[in-house]
């Protein structure tokens, strides 16, 4: 019998809020390249090769290693599972590049920015293809440690049910849209990313869903 994925009524408005705060909107153009960020969700190199397609990059950089919360699925690398994902869905293996070193989202953007540097390859602009949730937080990091490229950020338009679906664990959907809000908070004190605003009922959303348990992708506070 197939789990159940559906948010419980009592959670959806705080997780809703939190979801939308995280969703940049950014209207998507041609760039130089796409970066698509490592993680638990295959979904990032489904999209990245779906803009491929649709003309919006003439490459592409994969990047991510593993972490706990990967490293079952995607035994040899995240990098690599989604290379080979994108070149099932047509994506030219010539035009993808691999980093499979990053364990972060900074390390993301830095061996990436390194990578095309060794490589020769000068770029202005990128499409930085992600999580949905994790859309805030890599345009945050991406200004404070590569700022001058161009970000725009994207992710599958899905909305939040059918991305649950697509998951099919709620717990760690929330649990790591809870981490990635505070994040938001906690890093540009590190000098990790720039500062972000965040509004009274987005804060308010992630302190209840705190305070219902939602607590296991938190980082000590500074």
């Excluded at 041609?30 to 491929?52: E, K, M, Q």
Aim: aromatic share 8%; hydrophobic share 40%; glycine share 6%.
């Amino acid at each position: 019998m197939p789990a159940d994925v559906s948010l419980p009524d009592a959670l959806r408005a705080d997780v809703q809020i939190l979801w939308d705060y995280h969703n940049l909107q950014h209207t998507l153009r041609r760039c130089d390249v796409a970066i698509g960020l490592g993680s638990h969700d295959l979904g990032v190199a489904t999209f990245t090769a779906d803009l491929f397609h649709q003309g919006m990059f003439p490459f592409i950089v994969f990047t991510g290693a593993n972490a706990p919360t990967t490293v079952e699925r995607f035994p040899r690398g995240e990098a690599v599972h989604y290379r080979e994902h994108a070149i099932k869905l047509g994506v030219p293996d010539e035009v993808i590049h691999l980093e499979t070193n990053a364990t972060n989202t900074g390390q993301n953007i830095e061996l990436t920015r390194r990578l095309l540097a060794e490589k020769g390859i000068e770029v202005k602009s990128a499409i930085l293809v992600s999580r949905p949730y994790q859309q805030r937080r890599a345009y945050a990091t991406a200004r404070k440690l590569w700022p001058e490229l161009e970000v725009i950020c994207a992710s599958r338009p899905l909305p939040l049910d059918e991305y649950l679906e697509s998951i099919g664990d709620v717990d760690r959907v929330i649990n790591m849209l809870v981490g990635d809000t505070q994040r938001v908070i906690e890093y540009p004190k590190r000098g990790f990313a720039i500062p972000q605003e965040m509004p009274a009922d987005v804060k308010a959303a992630y302190i209840c869903l705190v305070n219902a348990g939602f607590t296991s992708r938190l980082v000590q506070s500074t």
